[in-house]
């Protein structure tokens, strides 16, 4: 069974950091684009980065702040956030695809579908 599964959120201070995790199971992760989306309380679902190969894009928003990651053994791929904002708080979630481009689009063409995604709540 194809599935993706994040995991990692939590409550930070602002400044913090967490790292959230994309897991995946019944297909070979590098073999996609992985890309992390995120939808804040009342707010459209937005496009935050990608992975493809050697090739990673990010939202201006999260520029600098963000990293991601593959890991292929654990057919996993992450998202180190860090120098967290309030405005970061949202739910988060990952998906595979065609390829990248940059966000918003962020994925080409979507496979899959949307999994219940991880919180992150940046909240002194």
């Known amino acids: 069974q194809v599935q993706l599964v994040e995991s990692g959120g939590g409550l930070v201070q602002p400044g913090g950091s967490l790292r959230l995790s994309c897991a995946a199971s019944g297909f070979t992760l590098a073999n996609y684009a992985i890309g992390w989306f995120r939808q804040a309380p009342g707010k459209e679902r937005e496009g935050v980065s990608c992975i493809s190969g050697g090739t990673t894009y990010y939202s201006d928003s999260v520029k600098g702040r963000l990293a991601i990651s593959r890991d292929s053994a654990k057919n996993t791929v992450y998202l180190q956030m860090n120098n967290l904002k309030p405005e970061d708080t949202a739910v988060y979630f990952c998906?595979?695809?065609?390829?990248?481009?940059?966000?918003?689009?962020?994925?080409?063409?979507?496979?899959?579908?949307w999994g219940q995604g991880t919180q992150v709540t940046v909240s002194s």
């Open positions: 998906r595979y695809g065609s390829g990248c481009s940059r966000p918003p689009r962020t994925i080409n063409v979507l496979f899959g579908s």
